[in-house]
């Protein structure tokens, strides 16, 4: 990617969820350098909302293909198309096959569209994207970058399901998600606390409307909460997390449900939404749990989820030396925090009060054995590292392959 004076040089990353879009640019040359974003939030809702560098206003996106009508009309004013070299994809399922980025090839969409099983909430709209970006932006590389990979090589003792072992043959498995945001953090954290507090025992709670934790050592991944899909794991926003297999059976012959309707039921209309009956924002709800025992309710079930798993990932390490949050609620809700942490100094952890209202760096107190950090992600800086590093290997004589 050559860039010139008149001509820089910029890489696109485009990042889709299930109620949102982000597009950031950057500079070719250095993919920490950001120099503008866009992010539409809750496509669908009434509350539709467009925030860019500067600022956020409503908007009207009844759906994915509508928000990006309206984020390709920010980055026809922001940067000519000939400026962008580049545009890394996230992917948040690469299935058994892709687990490091990857130039977007006509295989590889094949491949996409038949993992559509494994993730039939974001594919289609990450496809969707692709093939819209594509036609706008022909002469750049699309590269795809997996939410999947940081997770790739857990342990087989984390990684296999327990159910009749044929089935991991088709691709049957843990695989963990939010994969480029732990990355981001394994890497800040190096940055800020130095080499021997990122290979130490590390648990990141990753806690956004989408919520997971995981455990790493030595920087990489051997453990986390979510397992084939963004639905398992701890209850989030309107996502159910882990059930007992048996209420799929129940809700069957007591509710006539089928697997759509069950489907649903666990991925929009659970987790702190179906418990609260009201919605499924943590900050809402925190405004209102003094009156509502509901909410109360919801926000009490998720913070005691993340704990359970804090002990148990503590386990899983043999010990811990260092938690990390971040996400939305973790970077900005200090009582949820505090809830979290409150009766685990049998683990080391003592939260500063001050520090911790504050949303400090550090939070943890002076003489915890165990060291709290509030660090803000960036999936979009890693998504642009990846696409840079991935074209640049393959400028210097790198050759195709899937892992």
């Given at each position: 990617m050559e860039t010139t004076k008149s001509h820089p040089a910029q890489v696109l990353t485009v990042n889709a969820g299930s109620s949102s879009i982000k597009l950031a640019l950057f500079a070719a040359d250095n993919p920490t350098d950001?120099?503008?974003?866009?992010?539409?939030?809750?496509?669908?809702?009434?509350?539709?909302?467009?925030?860019?560098?500067?600022?956020?206003?409503?908007?009207?996106?009844?759906?994915?293909k509508a928000a990006t009508r309206i984020l390709l009309e920010w980055l026809a004013m922001r940067s000519p198309t000939s400026h962008i070299a580049a545009v890394g994809h996230r992917i948040v399922h690469g299935g058994p096959a892709y687990y490091k980025p990857h130039l977007i090839t006509h295989k590889l969409l094949a491949d996409l569209h038949a993992f559509m099983a494994f993730d039939p909430e974001h594919m289609p709209i990450e496809l969707y994207l692709i093939e819209t970006i594509q036609k706008l932006l022909p002469a750049a590389q699309h590269i795809a970058c997996f939410d999947t990979a940081f997770h790739h090589a857990l342990p087989a003792r984390a990684q296999l399901l327990p159910i009749p072992r044929r089935f991991a043959a088709e691709g049957v498995r843990r695989y963990g998600f939010h994969g480029l945001s732990y990355a981001f953090i394994a890497e800040e954290l190096r940055r800020v606390e130095g080499d021997e507090a990122a290979r130490g025992k590390v648990v990141i709670a990753h806690l956004g409307s989408?919520?997971?934790?995981?455990?790493?050592?030595?920087?990489?991944?051997?453990?986390?909460?979510?397992?084939?899909?963004?639905?398992?794991?701890?209850?989030?926003?309107t996502r159910s997390g882990d059930l007992?297999?048996?209420?799929?059976?129940?809700?069957?012959?007591?509710?006539?449900?089928?697997?759509?309707?069950?489907?649903?039921?666990?991925?929009?209309?659970?987790?702190?939404?179906?418990?609260?009956?009201?919605?499924?924002?943590?900050?809402?709800?925190?405004?209102?749990?003094?009156?509502?025992?509901?909410?109360?309710?919801?926000?009490?079930?998720?913070?005691?989820?993340?704990?359970?798993?804090?002990?148990?990932?503590?386990?899983?390490?043999?010990?811990?030396?260092?938690?990390?949050?971040?996400?939305?609620?973790?970077?900005?809700?200090?009582?949820?925090?505090?809830?979290?942490?409150?009766?685990?100094?049998?683990?080391?952890?003592?939260?500063?009060?001050?520090?911790?209202?504050?949303?400090?760096?550090?939070?943890?107190?002076?003489?915890?054995?165990?060291?709290?950090?509030?660090?803000?992600?960036?999936?979009?800086?890693?998504?642009?590292?990846?696409?840079?590093?991935?074209?640049?290997?393959?400028?210097?004589?790198g050759h195709e392959s899937n892992s």
């Open positions: 950001k120099l503008s974003e866009a992010t539409i939030d809750h496509i669908g809702q009434s509350s539709a909302s467009l925030t860019t560098d500067s600022q956020t206003k409503s908007v009207v996106a009844s759906d994915h989408g919520a997971s934790l995981a455990a790493l050592r030595n920087g990489a991944s051997i453990d986390t909460t979510m397992s084939m899909t963004p639905t398992s794991g701890i209850p989030m926003s007992d297999p048996g209420l799929a059976l129940y809700m069957a012959r007591t509710h006539s449900f089928d697997v759509d309707a069950f489907t649903h039921m666990t991925t929009f209309a659970s987790g702190l939404l179906g418990i609260s009956e009201t919605t499924g924002d943590m900050k809402q709800l925190l405004e209102i749990e003094a009156a509502d025992e509901r909410a109360k309710e919801a926000i009490d079930v998720f913070c005691y989820h993340v704990k359970k798993q804090i002990g148990a990932l503590a386990a899983a390490l043999g010990g811990l030396d260092t938690v990390v949050f971040t996400g939305g609620m973790g970077e900005q809700a200090p009582k949820i925090r505090e809830r979290i942490c409150t009766d685990l100094t049998f683990l080391g952890i003592t939260l500063d009060a001050s520090r911790n209202q504050q949303n400090a760096r550090l939070i943890s107190a002076d003489g915890s054995n165990v060291g709290v950090h509030v660090i803000h992600t960036d999936e979009a800086v890693t998504i642009a590292r990846e696409t840079i590093k991935y074209i640049m290997s393959r400028t210097r004589g």
